[in-house]
């Protein structure tokens, strides 16, 4: 580790590497679902919350984990209503079952996951999209824009759970491929980091399973309508906002050819702690990863690695930024690119260099650190930006 006073170039390399390291590690959002599926009309219902304030400040939001509400028997009554002919080989009062069966079984309301599923299939009629009626997946695993064909499952059961699954990585911090509470029927479990990232239904979207903004509303619009169906209203769960102190509006993502790094209102060199950071940001979620701590701003689509003094692991104060993923829309770099612009906005704003394969460099510091965007699917990924190591 370089000392005190200016690195040598081999040190500055070094620490360059680790940081990278370390960006690589802060995994990415998965961007599943069939996006492009055109959607018949959307049965009445709007979205199910209203952000509310009060002292102290909170939130009303919609878990991913629980109990289903309906029964299958509501839910299959609820379809019938809608005057809409599937094409999916198994009978929709038998899928409702398997719905409501596996989501118990892992603890994932299994009701609005049958609601995601109308959204991701376009009513189980998969009109123009790469996923096959016959393929058994209900929710666009493994379906993007370069991808030749999505996730194709044995049996309609393998598809469900699968689907479960996979919403319980997104929603508990203790998911564990190793212990669901049946065999792990979903291979993408484990792109899903860190786990428990998107907990509540209006934390889905924006690159959190789907690419769309607008992913949470329609699929707690379909989930409206089936309560509404059975005489029901929908409910949520209030909870203190983690992310009440976070900043509102867009965010810069700024790295200078001389070797300032900023994020937003954080210098990230010379006042890149956790403190300086939970002031500019809001508190967010915290745990030790292999010798970093990897703190998430769900709220920002923020995931951020600091490395405390001596490498400890834990998340004290003082630790110190070493890279960040950027995955929410309000990031900004200097010249205007953003999460889920196009690529083609890369090279113009970069050079064709700049989009050239998965990870491109935007802006590169002599002094290491380095601006980088992360593409697939045709558009911007992440931000990713790495802070050199001042020892």
């Given at each position: 580790m370089p000392g005190a006073g200016c690195p040598s170039i081999a040190p500055v390399r070094q620490s360059v590497t680790i940081a990278v390291t370390i960006a690589v590690a802060l995994t990415l959002p998965s961007a599943l679902g069939a996006q492009s599926v055109p959607q018949p009309p959307a049965p009445p219902g709007g979205t199910?919350?209203?952000?509310?304030?009060?002292?102290p400040v909170t939130v009303a939001v919609t878990p991913v984990m629980g109990p289903s509400r309906l029964s299958a028997e509501q839910i299959a009554s609820w379809f019938s209503k809608?005057?809409?002919?599937?094409?999916?080989?198994?009978?929709?009062?038998?899928?409702?079952?398997?719905?409501?069966?596996?989501?118990?079984?892992?603890?994932?309301?299994?009701?609005?996951?049958f609601a995601q599923s109308v959204l991701e299939t376009g009513w189980f009629r998969y009109l123009g999209s790469m996923v096959k009626p016959g393929d058994n997946n209900f929710a666009g695993l493994g379906a993007c824009d370069s991808c030749a064909r999505g996730n194709i499952y044995a049996t309609p059961e393998e598809g469900?759970?699968?689907?479960?699954?996979?919403?319980?990585?997104?929603?508990?911090?203790?998911?564990?491929?190793a212990r669901t509470a049946r065999p792990l029927a979903d291979t993408r479990f484990a792109y899903v980091r860190p786990y428990g990232k998107a907990p509540t239904w209006e934390a889905m979207g924006n690159g959190n399973w789907a690419t769309g903004g607008g992913y949470t509303g329609k699929i707690l619009g379909v989930y409206a309508s089936m309560l509404r169906h059975n005489g029901l209203q929908p409910t949520t769960v209030t909870v203190p906002d983690v992310a009440s102190g976070a900043p509102s509006?867009?965010?810069?993502?700024?790295?200078?050819?001389?070797?300032a790094v900023r994020l937003g209102d954080?210098?990230?060199?010379?006042?890149?702690?956790?403190?300086?950071?939970?002031?500019?940001?809001?508190?967010?979620?915290?745990?030790?990863?292999?010798?970093?701590?990897?703190?998430?701003?769900?709220?920002?689509?923020?995931v951020m690695a600091f490395q405390p003094p001596?490498?400890?692991?834990?998340?004290?104060?003082d630790a110190r930024l070493r890279a960040a993923v950027l995955t929410g829309p309000q990031w900004l770099t200097a010249k205007?690119?953003?999460?889920?612009?196009?690529?083609?906005?890369?090279?113009?704003?970069?050079?064709?260099?700049?989009?050239?394969?998965?990870?491109?460099?935007?802006?590169?510091?002599?002094?290491?650190?380095?601006?980088?965007?992360?593409?697939?699917?045709?558009?911007?990924k992440a931000l990713v930006v790495a802070v050199p190591h001042r020892g």
């Open positions: 199910t919350t209203t952000p509310v304030t009060s002292t809608q005057g809409i002919t599937p094409l999916i080989s198994i009978p929709i009062p038998d899928l409702a079952r398997l719905f409501v069966d596996e989501g118990n079984a892992q603890g994932v309301r299994g009701d609005i996951a469900v759970r699968a689907q479960i699954q996979h919403l319980w990585a997104y929603a508990d911090p203790g998911a564990d491929p509006g867009p965010l810069g993502a700024l790295v200078t050819p001389s070797g954080l210098r990230a060199i010379g006042d890149g702690t956790i403190k300086s950071a939970t002031t500019a940001f809001g508190t967010g979620s915290a745990r030790p990863a292999h010798g970093t701590c990897h703190i998430t701003w769900a709220a920002l689509g923020a001596g490498g400890s692991g834990t998340c004290g104060d205007g690119l953003k999460p889920g612009d196009p690529v083609a906005k890369v090279r113009r704003l970069y050079g064709r260099q700049a989009a050239r394969g998965p990870t491109g460099v935007l802006v590169q510091a002599r002094s290491g650190a380095r601006l980088s965007v992360r593409l697939g699917e045709g558009v911007v």
